[in-house]
């Protein structure tokens, strides 16, 4: 199983960025999908997430600026982030996540770097 996350950067208050999470060696459409980001010294706290149909859920402190998505024939999560703040400065992580009945699997990506100066 493998998540490889991508589009990190360097970008200025106020700007754009696009993170994308490709998966592959599971069946991405049934996974719940989500981002994480750990900040110095902070704890890794959800994101944002994204259910297998396409519902979505923000944390409060992003909402209304990242928007999630997901294309399953691409088997890709993205994390839409504009309008991004200096705290929004954190290592990026995608998860997928699948809960069955007795069991639940969760996978990480390897994370990617955002960083914005003031």
């Known amino acids: 199983v493998q998540l490889q996350a991508s589009g990190g950067g360097l970008v200025q208050a106020g700007g754009s960025l696009r993170l994308s999470c490709s998966v592959s060696g599971i069946t991405f459409s049934v996974q719940a999908m989500s981002w994480h980001r750990q900040a110095p010294g902070k704890q890794r706290e959800l994101v944002a997430a994204i259910t297998s149909g396409g519902s979505t859920n923000y944390a409060d402190s992003v909402k209304g600026r990242f928007t999630i998505s997901r294309d399953n024939a691409k088997n890709t999560v993205y994390l839409q982030m504009n309008s991004l703040k200096p705290d929004d400065t954190a290592v990026c992580y995608c998860?997928?996540?699948?809960?069955?009945?007795?069991?639940?699997?969760?996978?990480w990506g390897q994370g990617t770097l955002v960083t914005v100066s003031s």
């Open positions: 998860n997928a996540r699948r809960r069955l009945v007795t069991t639940t699997y969760d996978y």
